[in-house]
């Protein structure tokens, strides 16, 4: 890999070229929805299914601990799948690797449709997060690949709406789809939204890193990126703050399903509809984000967001110690963090990317993206550290107040520390 050397200040991280084929309002609209499709697969492929937890554990003779673990090892397997795809677009290009993730995710999604057990599926879960990387990492480094600074956070933004659409659709449709057959449903609508992902890219989105800005991949190269990242206070502050982000909104996904349906007495459907108004909190936070782009500086609307996630979580936290949680007051409380985190996702994003040059886009939206899903299929297991084996609400906003107090604590730390290195 080319010694390429990465900025620490804004101002040395230069304008990409702007294609002749994007320069039309209408492209970039469809840029929008296509890149929006292959990044929502990933949440699709975590929210489809949860409304099914308490099925599949009975259908499949594990307990919820082992099906958590299904949720689980696909989080670990879109960490470890970026780490090797994002390096690899940044060498061989990017329409490729994406393409051939697609066709292993969807060829994944029907085997899972076979599994005898949650072991089986555990692992086939691991090899789909693994493929479902591609279309997470590589959707970020082909921002990159256009846009910097605040067009990038617009665009961001933008694509934060359409991929908003698969939390807030996913658990709704896997509800109905349990109304109409078993659990299977679910693997097969996402083969079908994976297989036509493929149609889109293969006929409609051009290769973005063209050959004389790439970058041949080799392991000492790739350590030497990795190491020179990690010590990038302007990538790694945003990057952990993102992670520890995640991994808060990550433990209500992780866990709701179970604590609203076993605990609260909800019905699938009902969860379903929780799930979904509460998804339209942080498309609400994305899309006003957006609006605020060039009117509040970028690092002020994450601490905004920080803070409004935080204090809801601490009031899921009074609720869950007094005893006073209910279906409604739990739905207004995560909207607003929901809410919150629709802040911090994209500006998180905008200012690790934005800080590195366009040759390396690949292995720091691998790099990001292997922190933000490890971080938060780890952290978030904390929630089941009961003496019952499950997590409860009272568990789950416990680590959820601790995440969102570490995260607002690192952003402080290492957003000040690099602001005296821009």
């Known amino acids: ?145 256009l846009f910097i600074g ?105 866990a709701f399903s179970f604590v609203s349906q076993e605990e609260l007495g909800a019905s699938a459907q009902q969860y379903s509809l929780m799930f979904a108004i509460n998804t339209v909190g942080l498309i609400c936070g994305t899309q006003l984000n957006g609006f605020l782009v060039g009117r509040v500086e970028t690092s002020r609307r994450l601490a905004g967001g920080l803070v409004v996630a935080l204090s809801a979580v601490m009031v899921l936290l009074v609720l869950a110690v007094s005893g006073a949680a209910s279906l409604v007051s739990l739905t207004v409380v995560l909207f607003v963090m929901m809410f919150g985190v629709g802040f911090v996702m994209p500006n998180a994003t905008t200012l690790a990317v934005s800080s590195q040059v366009p040759a390396v886009a690949g292995t720091a939206s691998a790099l990001m993206g292997a922190l933000q899903f490890s971080m938060g299929g780890g952290l978030a297991s904390f929630a089941g550290l009961t003496p019952s084996g499950d997590a409860t609400l009272m568990s789950m906003a416990t680590v959820m107040v601790g995440l969102g107090v570490v995260a607002l604590v690192v952003f402080l730390v290492l957003g000040r520390r690099a602001a005296r290195f821009g």
């Not at 961001?156 to 299977?184: C, E, K, N, T």
């Not at 293969?202 to 991949?217: A, I």
């Not at 990690?230 to 996904?253: K, Q, W």
């Open 150 to 254: 605040d067009d990038a956070a617009r665009f961001f933004s933008r694509l934060a709406l359409v991929i908003g659409l698969a939390p807030m659709l996913g658990p709704i449709v896997g509800g109905q789809l349990l109304l109409l057959g078993p659990w299977q449903l679910c693997f097969v609508a996402l083969g079908v939204v994976s297989g036509l992902s493929f149609l889109v890219v293969y006929f409609w989105l051009p290769e973005t890193l063209p050959v004389e800005r790439r970058q041949m991949v080799n392991v000492a190269g790739l350590l030497g990126t990795v190491w020179r990242l990690v010590r990038d206070v302007r990538f790694l502050g945003p990057v952990l703050t993102l992670g520890l982000s995640f991994a808060m909104m990550f433990t209500y996904i992780s």
């Open 1 to 145: 890999m080319s010694q390429t050397r990465l900025s620490s200040t804004e101002g040395s991280v230069s304008e990409p070229e702007r294609p002749a084929w994007l320069r039309r309002r209408r492209s970039v609209a469809f840029l929008v929805l296509v890149l929006g499709l292959l990044t929502a697969t990933g949440p699709l492929a975590t929210d489809l299914y949860l409304p099914a937890f308490p099925e599949i554990a009975e259908d499949l003779g594990a307990t919820e601990a082992q099906i958590q673990l299904t949720l689980t090892a696909m989080m670990i397997g879109l960490a470890l799948g970026q780490l090797i795809i994002g390096p690899l677009s940044d060498g061989v290009g990017r329409r490729t690797p994406m393409l051939v993730g697609i066709i292993v995710f969807t060829v994944t999604s029907f085997l899972c449709l076979l599994a005898p057990s949650a072991g089986v599926l555990t692992v086939l879960r691991f090899v789909q997060g693994i493929a479902g990387a591609a279309g997470a990492v590589i959707a970020r480094a082909v921002v990159r690949d």
